[in-house]
Structures are given as structure tokens and as C-alpha cells.
């Protein structure tokens, strides 16, 4: 049988104190990351926290890197045994959250870099659109010029002619009189 998490052929039953017909399908690491997991707990498990979940035999003590004196030598070694696998498990566990945290952190710069790239392209739009409604308002400010002008040059012309209509009708009358 492996390990469902992680495709491994360690799963030993009948060691490191794990019971028997309870997760079968891992590893004795992951065995052990999962009883190690709390809600809300991070970083490494530290001893004392290992010794909340799994109570030291009686007439068993810690000396700086295992448990001694018990009444079985039995005992004392399932009990390191454990402890060991609960290392393992926590450093694995570790490792897996340093991997998530820079798979995280590699797609938030994904991100990131998507997001002004769309930034950058909408940007670029936009000063086309506003480039072009300027380019279109300048078209119909000059239309609006040249009509303006061609309305004061008609306006002109017409003034001339009544000018000159009068200057004629003065000329006419002048002459009869």
C-alpha cells in the first residue's frame, strides 16, 4: 500500500505507536502531520506541545534530545519513536507551508504582472480614445470656424449690396432731381 498524500511505501502500523486500522493509507509522516495539525497553530511543534497530545509514560524524563527511564524499555522506545515521527512530521509539515507560501507568493507576482500588463493595454486604449475625441472636437471646432466665416462673409456680402442698392437708388434720385 502508499501513501495517499504522498505516494510513499513508509507506512509501518506497527510502529511509532500508531494504531492499528486508523489511517492506513499514510505514511507514518503524514500519520503524524495529522494528528500534529491544530486550527490556528503555526510554526514548529515544539516538545511541549507534542507532550499536550501524547501524555510522557510515568518515570519517563526528557534529556536534551529523548525520553529516558521507563518501567519497560518498551514504552520509553514507542514513546521516542513517536516523538521522532512527530519531528519528521512537523518538518515536513513546515517544509509543505514554505512551498504554498512560495507558490503563493510566485502567483501573486503572476498576478501582479497580468494586472498592470491590463493596466498598461487600457491605459493605452483610453489615451487612443481621448487622442481621437480630441482629434474629432478639433475637426468640428475648425468646421465650426470655417462655417462661422462663411456666415460673416454672406453677412458681408449682403451689407455691400444694400450698401451699394442704396448708393444706386441715391445715384437715381440725384440724376432726376
Known amino acids: 500500500m502508499i501513501c495517499k ?77 513517536k516523538w521522532d515521527a512527530w519531528q519528521a512530521a512537523t518538518s515536513a509539515q513546515e517544509a509543505r507551508v514554505r512551498e504554498l507560501e512560495e507558490a503563493l507568493t510566485d502567483r501573486i507576482a503572476d498576478n501582479l504582472r497580468v494586472i498592470r500588463e491590463a493596466l498598461d493595454d487600457l491605459c493605452e486604449i483610453k489615451h487612443d480614445e481621448i487622442s481621437a475625441a480630441i482629434r474629432r472636437g478639433e475637426y468640428a471646432m475648425t468646421q465650426a470656424n470655417e462655417r462661422r466665416k462663411a456666415e460673416d462673409a454672406l453677412l458681408a456680402c449682403d451689407e455691400l449690396m444694400s450698401i451699394f442698392k442704396r448708393q444706386k437708388a441715391l445715384s437715381a434720385t440725384a440724376r432726376e432731381g
Open 5 to 81: 498524500e504522498c505516494g510513499s511505501f513508509a507506512i509501518n502500523e506497527h510502529l511509532f505507536g500508531r494504531e492499528r486500522g486508523i489511517d492506513s493509507d499514510l505514511c507514518d509522516v503524514h500519520y503524524w502531520m495529522k494528528r500534529a495539525a491544530k486550527p490556528g497553530v503555526s510554526g514548529a511543534m515544539s516538545r511541549e506541545a507534542f507532550e499536550k497530545v501524547f501524555p510522557v509514560p510515568e518515570g519517563a524524563e526528557w534529556r536534551e534530545v529523548a525520553y529516558y527511564r521507563a518501567n519497560k524499555a518498551c514504552i520509553i522506545h514507542q514513546y521516542n519513536d
